[in-house]
T-cell receptor, first 111, second 116 residues
């Protein structure tokens, strides 16, 4: 089955700086890589996703890159704001097998 | 679009009772729904996958007789925790997918279960 590793487990950055979270996956058949943001006591919210046929996708301050050869993908948040503080999960999979999640990154934005 | 609701958001019950949690896709038809369990400061643990009209597929270590899943329609799935015990206390989250090649999942807001 799929195995997803996510790093770092905790990331603290100054407000306005960029944050990068990295994930690796093991199954070359995975074709869908979403990122979720989870605030305390709430369900995960899909913030961006990338499919295997592209290498990069951007949505305002958020971008995701995918390297299929190396089997890794990353989340980039620029100009971080206090409301970006949350736990972020990467996932890999797609199709009938569903998703395998990373262990999460607690992002802390320091004012 | 892609809104998923869960009810109740929070439930407290006595040990030995059963609790039903509903998951609804509000603006799309969900061919597949997933049920997850999440302990504090941990990742999501998939419990089972259910497809409309068929029996759920449970992950290894998840008791199907304890966690009953019914996916009776394309917009509703229910999880019933039977004879709940304190160790069943957790955050239960569902997600729904309309299927397709990528099977994107959209999550509900979660249900906090506390068993006394």
């Amino acid at each position: 089955g799929e195995n997803v590793e996510q790093h770092p487990s905790t990331l603290s950055v100054q407000e306005g700086d960029s944050a990068v979270i990295k994930c690796t996956y093991s199954d070359s058949a995975s074709n869908y890589f979403p990122w979720y943001k989870q605030e305390l006591g709430k369900g995960p919210q899909l913030i961006i996703d990338i499919r295997s046929n592209v290498g990069e996708k951007k949505d305002q301050r958020i971008a995701v890159t995918l390297n299929k050869t190396a089997k890794h993908f990353s989340l980039h948040i620029t100009e971080t704001q206090p409301e970006d503080s949350a736990v972020y999960f990467c996932a890999a999979g797609g199709g009938a097998d569903g998703l395998t999640f990373g262990k999460g990154t607690h992002l802390i934005i320091q004012p | 679009g892609a809104v998923v609701s869960q009810h109740p958001s929070r439930v407290i019950c006595k040990s030995g009772t059963s609790v039903k949690i509903e998951c609804r896709s509000l603006d799309f038809q969900a061919t597949t729904m997933f049920w997850y369990r999440q302990f504090p400061k941990q990742s999501l643990m998939l419990m089972a996958t259910s497809n409309e009209g068929s029996k759920a597929t449970y992950e290894q270590g998840v008791e199907k007789d304890k966690f009953l899943i019914n996916h009776a329609s394309l917009t509703l799935s229910t999880l019933t925790v039977t004879s709940a015990h304190p160790e069943d206390s957790s955050f239960y989250i569902c997600s729904a997918s309309a299927g397709g090649r990528y099977n994107e999942q959209f999550f509900g807001p979660g249900t906090r279960l506390t068993v006394l």
